[in-house]
Each structure stands twice: as C-alpha cells, then as structure tokens.
C-alpha cells in the first residue's frame, strides 16, 4: 500500500512538472530530488521489522515462523487475519522503548535468557532484577516508589535503557500518577506447558543443587546478611522474607526445608503422586486438599498465570486453598488473560523457545539484536540455565494425568492454551510483515 501511495506522488509531482512551463533548470533537479523521496517515503516513515538486520537471519526467522504457524490448527485462519493485526500495529517493533520488563515464570528457561541478554553487552543497557523485592512489591506504596525511581533513571539519562526481570508479578508502570511523563515500557514473558513445567519444577525442589542453596542461605543468615551475588534468585527471595524474623526461627525455617529435602529427596514423582491418590482415596481428600497436606507436593502449589495477574485485590487473594474451588480464582485468572493480550508486547512459549527469541529480536532491536546468535552459543553452557544436574525419570501415565487434572483445576491449563493462541497469532502477524517487507518466500 505504502508503495502505491510512493507511485501516486510520483505521478502528481511529474504531472505538475508538466504543467509548470517555461521551467528552471534548477527547478528541475529539485523536482526530481523530490521524486526520489516519494519513492523513499516507505521505509523512512515506517521503519519496520528487521530494516537493519541481515536478510539471511530474517529468512531463518520467517522459517521458524512458519514452522510454528503450521503446526497450529489455527494457522490458515492466523494467516487470512495477519494482515489486518499488522496494519492495527498487533506486532510493530518498539525501538523508543526504554525499559523492558521480564516477569519471569520459573522453570521457563529465564535464567538462560536473562543469562543470554547480559552477554551481549548492549550499550546503554542496565539489567536490574527484582526477585527479592517481591514481597515488598505487593505493597501499593512501595511498588508506587519503586517504578517512579526507574522512571527517574530513564528521565536523567537520554541514552540509558533498563532491562528489569525477576520472580514478580506483573508490575504496571502506567498507573495513575506514577510516572510522569510516561516513558515507554514494554512487557515481555515466557510461559511453558503447565505439566513440563510442574514435572520441572518438582526435581529441581528435591535436588542436591536447591540443597546446596540452602545450606548457603543458612550460613548467610547467621551473620545477618540477605543478599549475595552467589545465591540463585530463589534464594535471594527467601532470604527477602526472613528480614524481620529473629535469626533462631529463622535457621529453624530453613532447617525444617533441609530436613524435608532430605526425607523427599529420593521420592519419585511418581511416587509422590501415589500417595496423593491413596490420601485422596482413603481421607477423601480433594487434589487440592491432597496437594495441601502432603509435603512432597510443595512444588505443585505456584500457578503459571499469577506472574500474569498483577498485584490487585483480586490477584493478592490467591492462596494454595484457593485451589479448592476454581470460582475462587476467576476473577484473577480473567485478569492475567486480559493482560497477556492488552499489556504485554509477547508472551513466547519454552515449547518454541527459538520462535519466540527471534520474535522478542525483531520487536525489541535495541534490547536483543543479537539474542538468536547468543542463545544458540550458550545453548549447551549448563551453567546458564538454572536446570538440576541430575536426570530425572519421566513421569508414568497416571502422574501425567493427575498433573493434566490439577493445571485444569488451577487455572494454568486453560491460561496456556489461551497466550499459546495469542502467541501464535504474533507470529503469523511478524511473518506477514516479513513477508510484506523483505521479498520471503515459503
């Protein structure tokens, strides 16, 4: 469209050169400097998708598009309905953003990412995390003061750029009167299937590695210290909670995690998901209630979406009981949907991981130029994901069909399927435009 409307001033500019007798001769070459602009017009307006990028790295792109589109049974209707998404700017990059923030959902490959992104040394660019804030952050005043001092930064400094990631909910920056002027912040997540994720995050709790974590928070808190650069983020976060606790209770609180790490260590997944079933049969338990009391279970109890929901009365109010009713969360989990699509430049899957890096690429340019190549390097550096060395056993069938139940119960399963669909309209709406822009061909 953008072409016809350079041909059209084309034509209008050559039709007044006609009329306007006897010409100058200088007036002739500004006429045709003009000439040359209208032509120019497109790409100078509407810098767009990937115009400073390699044609071969946006071609491998267009491919892991259509990779994931064609294996979605949703994708000839993404691909009729992608270029109406692209003229209403459903994917238009975000080159004036000045802060990024990355929720991140854990056992989604953040550390990985988080880890990718600080090596490619963007200049200007400050990474901050804010995993031992959360709590903190649930108090409106604090969150308040918080934002208004990143907001600060980017006000002080016209070239700085703010990378913002952490184990939080999802943290608004256009409240009323909290920023003002408003900068331009962008939100962006990653999200996985609700059981991989479970099954991950299950032996990953019951590791020598979380052990080993704790028995180092341990020794931090004896001397009164809440922070070290050492610990993970999960740690950090703990050690965030215990600042008011006297030191006894809390070596107590951790001894008791170590003590149950010890006695749940060797427990299978499976395993564990026996004697769910046989306290749900002989007591019976609800999953919920069954989860709750058992110990080996901890690690079912974070829900996906809360990261997703954001810190008002209705998402504050979740708790593991809440998981008895599913009318309990509805309102939450409505709102985290809502979210995904209104407030967040992309919600990618750990299923597409590839995808979903190349689309944060190509919509944040000056966040992740760079983030494809980088994954790709690091992508066997087992240092930089926060994965346990041990290779765990995949679940039985029947484990896989409780956890299928439990994500339904909780929310997590229909939240999936729902950003996975919004994910993959994205794509075929970068795709489009690729297409549109650069001459790919299937």
């Avoid at 030191?247 to 260590?265: E, V, Y």
């Avoid at 008002?312 to 009713?325: D, H, M, W």
């Avoid at 597409?352 to 890096?357: D, F, G, V």
């Avoid at 550096?381 to 679940?395: F, I, L, Y």
């Amino acid at each position: 469209m953008c072409t016809i409307v350079g041909l059209c001033a084309h034509l209008l500019i050559k039709s007044v050169m006609q009329l306007w007798c006897p010409m100058h001769k200088w007036t002739w070459v500004i006429a045709h400097l003009l000439i040359v602009v209208s032509h120019l017009s497109y790409p100078i307006a509407a810098a767009s998708i990937g115009d400073d990028a390699p044609f071969e790295r946006i071609n491998s792109f267009a491919k892991l598009f259509e990779g994931v589109l064609d294996s979605s049974s949703d994708g000839r209707a993404n691909a009729e309905r992608a270029e109406i998404w692209a003229s209403g700017g459903m994917c238009s990059p975000q080159p004036s953003a000045r802060i990024v923030l990355y929720n991140r959902v854990p056992k989604t490959a953040s550390t990985f990412i988080k880890t990718c992104i600080r090596n490619l040394h963007i200049p200007h660019l400050t990474i901050y995390s804010l995993t031992a804030e959360h709590g903190q952050l649930k108090n409106a005043s604090y969150r308040k003061s918080r934002i208004q001092q990143l907001c600060q930064l980017v006000e002080t400094d016209a070239e700085s750029k703010y990378f913002i990631s952490g184990h939080i909910s999802h943290m608004n920056f256009s409240e009323p009167h909290t920023c003002v002027p408003q900068p331009n912040v962008q939100y962006v997540n990653i999200i996985r299937h609700p059981v991989e994720r479970l099954v991950s995050q299950y032996y990953y709790h019951h590791s020598a590695r979380h052990a080993t974590e704790l028995k180092k928070l341990e020794s931090l808190l004896k001397t009164n210290k809440f922070s070290h650069s050492d610990l993970s983020r999960s740690s950090r976060q703990l050690a965030a909670n215990f600042k008011d606790v006297p030191i006894d209770s809390r070596i107590s609180s951790i001894n008791k995690q170590l003590s149950a790490l010890d006695k749940n260590s060797t427990i299978t997944l499976d395993d564990c998901v026996k004697m769910l079933k046989q306290k749900m049969a002989t007591n019976g338990y609800s999953i919920a209630d069954a989860v709750m009391s058992e110990p080996c279970a901890q690690p079912f109890m974070g829900l996906q979406w809360t990261y997703f929901c954001g810190y008002s009365k209705e998402c504050t109010a979740i708790r593991p009981s809440s998981l008895r009713r599913r009318s309990e969360i509805g309102a939450a989990l409505r709102i985290a949907m809502r979210n995904i699509k209104s407030q967040y430049l992309l919600v990618g899957t750990s299923e597409y991981l590839n995808a979903s890096i190349a689309a944060i690429e190509l919509l944040l340019p000056q966040f992740a130029t760079g983030l494809s190549a980088m994954v790709d390097s690091l992508h066997h550096d087992k240092e930089a994901s926060n994965t346990s060395p041990v290779r765990h056993r995949e679940p039985g069938a029947e484990a896989m069909r409780f956890l299928t139940e439990l994500t339904q119960l909780n929310g997590d399963f229909d939240f999936y399927f729902s950003a996975k669909m919004q994910f993959q309209r994205k794509l075929a709406c970068l795709l489009h435009t690729i297409k549109h822009r650069h001459n790919v061909q299937r």
